[in-house]
């Protein structure tokens, strides 16, 4: 799905559609006109789970619009660097961005509400606030700003803590860490005394193996085992309360949104809400596989002690301040502690009761 461009023209310019100029304006699927779009992504190429995801939605709105929308997909660094997508497609430059929204806290702190809350919703309760609650309505209010129109289109599932040289059985072991955590979760192992950083995806391995950070956060099992973290580290703390789940996101240059209409719109935003439910089934169904194939490769799982996840939970309130700088910030924090609180609230009722019994 990917045509060759010359990366400096496309610094200099947009896409255009590859034929007629029709399509700048109006879309219709019965037209004869083609829109090609270029979607940057922040991983790899073909990168497991999350890079392929990628490349099934642009499969899935070419083959929805009959091929009249068709998408052309470059992994990180191909055109951009992989922390370079959202200025791509804020300043049109790129029509599309596959990313995380916890990599945006430079452009408003209130952006990795989106794609992971330490101690926050699962992937089922992400889904319900952005479909049914208020979370897409914010979503898209936090997005003008910046001229980007924001899609969830696919999600981790359950993530591990981390991958770790050495033990970590207490607090101060916590203190000596230098661990790549991007996001709420890397600021809450700071305030732990952890030395937190952020770096791509495919430079976590080399950083592990040269030494220049102890451990690292990353993903879920299927993702981390074909990372290879277990050539490099000792342990994997497991669960993860940093990011419980991460949500995938798909920006899009609202110009070229608004140049839609409503039939396209309705076919990318499909497209987008099956490729979303797609990824959570799929890491789903290879999660337990790579768990055991990681045990066979030697790889010690141990959980993570509960002083740890104790003092974490003391300090996440003041953390979670840090990310409602703005009016905007707040609103959306409010609400979306709001929906989780009401979750919450069901607590005697939900799915954890059940799972509960099926240990008996």
Not at 123 to 151: P, R, T, V
């Amino acid at each position: 799905m990917k045509k060759k461009i010359n990366r400096r023209n496309f610094i200099k310019k947009a896409s255009i559609p590859v034929l007629g100029a029709a399509a700048l304006s109006s879309f219709n699927v019965h037209a004869s006109t083609i829109t090609e779009l270029n979607m940057v992504t922040s991983w790899p190429e073909n990168f497991p789970g999350i890079g392929l995801g990628a490349n099934r939605l642009a499969q899935r709105i070419e083959n929805l619009s009959n091929k009249r929308i068709k998408v052309n997909v470059y992994s990180a660094g191909e055109l951009v660097p992989p922390f370079g997508v959202f200025d791509a497609v804020s300043s049109g430059t790129a029509d599309l961005y596959h990313s995380a929204e916890f990599y945006w806290g430079g452009k408003n702190k209130a952006y990795p509400f989106f794609a992971a809350v330490p101690f926050g919703m699962t992937a089922e309760e992400f889904n319900s606030w952005i479909y049914s609650g208020n979370g897409q309505l914010l979503w898209d209010e936090l997005g003008s700003n910046f001229n980007i129109k924001h899609f969830l289109v696919g999600n981790t599932g359950s993530t591990l803590f981390g991958w770790f040289k050495n033990e970590l059985n207490s607090l101060e072991d916590v203190s000596k860490l230098k661990i790549r955590s991007p996001g709420m979760g890397g600021d809450l192992l700071k305030t732990m005394g952890a030395t937190s950083i952020n770096i791509p995806g495919g430079e976590i391995l080399q950083s592990l193996a040269s030494g220049a950070i102890d451990a690292a956060d990353w993903s879920n099992p299927v993702m981390d085992l074909a990372f290879g973290f277990y050539k490099v580290t000792n342990y994997c703390y497991y669960p993860d309360f940093k990011k419980p789940t991460v949500s995938i996101s798909l920006g899009m240059n609202l110009d070229k949104w608004n140049s839609f209409d409503n039939e396209a719109k309705s076919i990318i935003e499909y497209a987008c809400q099956s490729e979303n439910q797609e990824m959570l089934s799929d890491f789903m169904y290879k999660e337990v596989v790579a768990i055991e194939k990681l045990r066979s490769l030697g790889v010690e799982f141990r959980q993570l002690p509960n002083d740890i996840v104790i003092e974490a939970k003391k300090n996440i309130n003041g953390v979670l301040d840090n990310y409602t700088d703005t009016s905007l910030g707040k609103k959306i924090r409010d609400d979306y502690f709001q929906f989780l609180g009401l979750r919450t609230s069901y607590k005697d009722f939900d799915i954890s009761n059940y799972l509960n019994f099926r240990k008996i």
